[in-house]
Protein backbone atom coordinates (compact mmCIF):
# COMPACT_ATOMS: atom_id res chain seq x y z
CA UNK A 1 0.00 0.00 0.00
CA UNK A 2 1.34 3.07 -1.48
CA UNK A 3 1.02 6.26 1.04
CA UNK A 4 2.41 9.95 1.21
CA UNK A 5 2.17 11.63 4.87
CA UNK A 6 2.32 15.23 5.36
CA UNK A 7 1.11 17.44 8.41
CA UNK A 8 -2.27 18.58 7.15
CA UNK A 9 -1.78 22.25 9.12
CA UNK A 10 -2.26 25.13 8.97
CA UNK A 11 1.53 25.81 8.90
CA UNK A 12 1.59 29.93 9.74
CA UNK A 13 4.66 31.52 8.70
CA UNK A 14 5.34 35.47 8.77
CA UNK A 15 5.35 37.46 5.59
CA UNK A 16 9.22 37.39 4.44
CA UNK A 17 10.51 34.07 6.30
CA UNK A 18 11.25 30.57 4.97
CA UNK A 19 8.07 28.17 4.96
CA UNK A 20 9.37 24.82 4.95
CA UNK A 21 6.66 21.67 4.27
CA UNK A 22 7.30 18.09 4.43
CA UNK A 23 6.35 14.73 2.90
CA UNK A 24 7.06 11.20 3.94
CA UNK A 25 6.47 8.39 1.47
CA UNK A 26 6.08 4.47 1.88
CA UNK A 27 7.12 3.31 -1.32
CA UNK A 28 11.21 2.81 -1.63
CA UNK A 29 11.03 2.02 -5.40
CA UNK A 30 9.69 5.47 -5.60
CA UNK A 31 11.12 7.53 -8.22
CA UNK A 32 9.92 11.19 -8.73
CA UNK A 33 8.38 13.14 -6.84
CA UNK A 34 6.05 16.35 -7.14
CA UNK A 35 4.92 19.65 -4.98
CA UNK A 36 1.76 21.16 -6.27
CA UNK A 37 0.21 23.80 -5.03
CA UNK A 38 -3.45 24.51 -4.81
CA UNK A 39 -5.51 27.31 -4.25
CA UNK A 40 -8.94 27.08 -2.51
CA UNK A 41 -11.71 25.90 -5.50
CA UNK A 42 -8.70 25.77 -7.87
CA UNK A 43 -6.94 22.28 -9.32
CA UNK A 44 -3.29 21.85 -8.68
CA UNK A 45 -0.59 23.81 -9.95
CA UNK A 46 2.89 22.24 -10.43
CA UNK A 47 5.35 23.39 -8.60
CA UNK A 48 8.30 21.25 -8.87
CA UNK A 49 9.84 17.81 -9.80
CA UNK A 50 12.84 16.38 -7.98
CA UNK A 51 14.04 12.23 -9.28
CA UNK A 52 17.40 12.31 -7.64
CA UNK A 53 19.00 12.81 -4.49
CA UNK A 54 19.69 16.55 -3.20
CA UNK A 55 18.61 20.02 -3.61
CA UNK A 56 16.51 21.59 -6.69
CA UNK A 57 16.37 25.41 -6.67
CA UNK A 58 13.94 27.15 -9.19
CA UNK A 59 13.51 30.94 -8.09
CA UNK A 60 12.03 31.23 -4.35
CA UNK A 61 11.51 27.30 -4.63
CA UNK A 62 13.75 24.49 -2.93
CA UNK A 63 12.72 20.91 -3.16
CA UNK A 64 14.87 18.18 -1.14
CA UNK A 65 15.37 15.05 -2.00
CA UNK A 66 16.33 11.93 0.54
CA UNK A 67 15.44 8.46 -0.84
CA UNK A 68 17.10 6.82 1.73
CA UNK A 69 15.23 8.85 4.67
CA UNK A 70 11.89 7.91 2.06
CA UNK A 71 11.36 12.15 2.84
CA UNK A 72 10.59 15.14 0.54
CA UNK A 73 10.25 19.07 1.53
CA UNK A 74 10.08 22.13 0.08
CA UNK A 75 11.51 25.32 1.34
CA UNK A 76 9.53 28.74 0.20
CA UNK A 77 12.06 31.74 0.59
CA UNK A 78 10.94 35.24 1.41
CA UNK A 79 6.96 33.72 1.24
CA UNK A 80 4.51 35.76 0.42
CA UNK A 81 0.85 36.38 1.80
CA UNK A 82 0.17 34.67 -2.39
CA UNK A 83 1.67 31.61 -1.04
CA UNK A 84 -0.93 31.19 0.77
CA UNK A 85 -2.55 27.48 -0.33
CA UNK A 86 -2.15 24.06 0.21
CA UNK A 87 1.02 22.41 -1.28
CA UNK A 88 0.59 18.53 -2.02
CA UNK A 89 3.29 16.30 -2.30
CA UNK A 90 2.89 14.05 -5.32
CA UNK A 91 5.15 10.25 -5.97
CA UNK A 92 5.10 8.45 -8.78
CA UNK A 93 6.67 5.27 -9.65
CA UNK A 94 6.65 2.83 -12.71
CA UNK A 95 4.03 0.05 -12.61
CA UNK A 96 5.39 -3.63 -13.67
CA UNK A 97 2.98 -2.77 -16.70
CA UNK A 98 5.78 0.01 -17.89
CA UNK A 99 3.15 2.80 -17.29
CA UNK A 100 3.17 5.43 -14.72
CA UNK A 101 1.72 4.05 -11.61
CA UNK A 102 -0.37 6.86 -10.86
CA UNK A 103 0.42 9.80 -8.64
CA UNK A 104 0.25 9.51 -4.88
CA UNK A 105 -0.48 12.46 -3.27
CA UNK A 106 -0.43 13.35 0.22
CA UNK A 107 -3.28 15.21 2.17
CA UNK A 108 -1.77 18.33 1.57
CA UNK A 109 -0.36 21.25 3.90
CA UNK A 110 -2.81 23.75 4.13
CA UNK A 111 0.14 27.22 4.33
CA UNK A 112 -1.08 30.45 5.83
CA UNK A 113 1.49 33.58 5.05
CA UNK A 114 0.60 36.68 7.76
CA UNK A 115 1.20 39.53 6.30
CA UNK B 1 0.30 26.93 -25.31
CA UNK B 2 -3.53 26.03 -24.04
CA UNK B 3 -3.30 24.18 -21.00
CA UNK B 4 -5.70 21.28 -20.85
CA UNK B 5 -9.19 21.87 -21.03
CA UNK B 6 -12.76 20.02 -19.36
CA UNK B 7 -15.69 19.86 -19.93
CA UNK B 8 -18.48 20.65 -18.39
CA UNK B 9 -17.08 22.44 -15.53
CA UNK B 10 -19.78 21.59 -13.27
CA UNK B 11 -22.61 18.76 -13.32
CA UNK B 12 -25.72 17.76 -11.11
CA UNK B 13 -27.33 13.99 -10.98
CA UNK B 14 -29.15 12.18 -9.07
CA UNK B 15 -28.44 8.28 -8.02
CA UNK B 16 -28.28 5.81 -10.68
CA UNK B 17 -27.44 8.30 -13.52
CA UNK B 18 -24.21 8.06 -15.72
CA UNK B 19 -22.23 10.67 -16.44
CA UNK B 20 -19.54 11.26 -19.00
CA UNK B 21 -16.60 13.65 -18.46
CA UNK B 22 -14.39 15.29 -21.14
CA UNK B 23 -10.55 16.20 -21.09
CA UNK B 24 -8.14 18.13 -23.69
CA UNK B 25 -4.48 17.68 -23.14
CA UNK B 26 -2.49 20.37 -23.45
CA UNK B 27 -1.10 20.13 -27.70
CA UNK B 28 1.29 16.97 -27.99
CA UNK B 29 0.73 15.70 -24.97
CA UNK B 30 -0.16 11.92 -25.12
CA UNK B 31 -0.55 10.73 -21.87
CA UNK B 32 -3.71 11.80 -20.57
CA UNK B 33 -4.71 10.54 -16.48
CA UNK B 34 -7.57 11.38 -14.45
CA UNK B 35 -8.14 12.06 -10.51
CA UNK B 36 -10.97 12.30 -8.38
CA UNK B 37 -10.44 14.99 -5.63
CA UNK B 38 -12.60 14.59 -2.79
CA UNK B 39 -12.39 16.11 1.08
CA UNK B 40 -12.00 13.03 3.09
CA UNK B 41 -9.86 10.86 0.67
CA UNK B 42 -8.09 13.73 -0.94
CA UNK B 43 -5.99 13.45 -4.67
CA UNK B 44 -7.22 9.42 -5.60
CA UNK B 45 -5.96 8.22 -9.39
CA UNK B 46 -8.54 6.85 -11.37
CA UNK B 47 -6.46 5.58 -14.62
CA UNK B 48 -3.69 6.76 -16.80
CA UNK B 49 -4.33 6.20 -20.89
CA UNK B 50 -1.56 6.56 -23.49
CA UNK B 51 -1.70 6.31 -26.85
CA UNK B 52 -5.58 4.80 -26.58
CA UNK B 53 -4.66 2.14 -24.10
CA UNK B 54 -5.31 1.67 -20.56
CA UNK B 55 -1.80 1.57 -19.07
CA UNK B 56 -2.88 1.43 -15.39
CA UNK B 57 -5.82 1.66 -13.16
CA UNK B 58 -6.30 2.70 -9.78
CA UNK B 59 -8.83 0.59 -6.86
CA UNK B 60 -11.87 1.96 -8.30
CA UNK B 61 -15.16 0.25 -8.76
CA UNK B 62 -15.79 -0.72 -12.39
CA UNK B 63 -18.54 1.67 -12.75
CA UNK B 64 -15.61 4.35 -13.84
CA UNK B 65 -14.38 3.93 -17.42
CA UNK B 66 -12.30 5.85 -19.80
CA UNK B 67 -11.22 6.08 -23.34
CA UNK B 68 -8.82 7.91 -25.25
CA UNK B 69 -9.47 9.12 -28.52
CA UNK B 70 -6.68 8.67 -31.52
CA UNK B 71 -5.97 12.82 -30.92
CA UNK B 72 -5.44 11.72 -27.56
CA UNK B 73 -8.53 13.78 -25.62
CA UNK B 74 -10.25 11.48 -22.81
CA UNK B 75 -13.58 10.67 -21.76
CA UNK B 76 -14.57 9.03 -18.67
CA UNK B 77 -17.26 7.65 -17.83
CA UNK B 78 -19.04 6.45 -14.48
CA UNK B 79 -22.37 4.66 -14.78
CA UNK B 80 -24.96 4.43 -11.79
CA UNK B 81 -24.00 7.11 -9.95
CA UNK B 82 -23.96 6.79 -6.28
CA UNK B 83 -23.93 9.83 -3.55
CA UNK B 84 -20.27 8.94 -2.82
CA UNK B 85 -19.64 9.87 -6.37
CA UNK B 86 -19.66 13.15 -5.61
CA UNK B 87 -16.35 14.76 -6.43
CA UNK B 88 -13.91 17.09 -8.04
CA UNK B 89 -12.88 15.08 -11.08
CA UNK B 90 -9.05 16.05 -12.24
CA UNK B 91 -7.90 15.23 -15.87
CA UNK B 92 -4.17 15.42 -15.96
CA UNK B 93 -1.58 15.19 -19.24
CA UNK B 94 1.81 14.15 -19.68
CA UNK B 95 4.00 14.40 -22.66
CA UNK B 96 4.83 10.67 -21.86
CA UNK B 97 3.78 8.21 -20.01
CA UNK B 98 6.38 6.25 -17.50
CA UNK B 99 6.69 7.89 -13.94
CA UNK B 100 9.36 10.60 -15.24
CA UNK B 101 6.63 13.19 -16.75
CA UNK B 102 5.25 15.45 -14.93
CA UNK B 103 1.76 16.10 -15.15
CA UNK B 104 -0.56 19.28 -15.86
CA UNK B 105 -3.48 19.22 -14.14
CA UNK B 106 -6.99 20.64 -15.83
CA UNK B 107 -9.46 23.08 -14.03
CA UNK B 108 -11.78 19.78 -13.10
CA UNK B 109 -15.37 19.09 -13.78
CA UNK B 110 -17.71 19.54 -10.08
CA UNK B 111 -20.21 16.49 -9.67
CA UNK B 112 -22.90 16.70 -7.70
CA UNK B 113 -25.20 13.18 -7.10
CA UNK B 114 -28.04 13.87 -5.48
Known amino acids: QKEVEQNSGPLSVPEGAIASLNCTYSDRGSQSFFWYRQYSGKSPELIMS????GDKEDGRFTAQLNKASQYVSLLIRDSQPSDSATYLC???????????????FGKGTHLIIQP | KAGVTQTPRYLIKTRGQQVTLSCSPISGHRSVSWYQQTPGQGLQFLFEYFSETQRNKGNFPGRFSGRQFSNSRSEMNVSTLELGDSALYLCASSLTSGSRGEQFFGPGTRLTVL
Open chain 1, 50 to 53: IYSN
Open chain 1, 90 to 104: AVNMVSTGGGADGLT
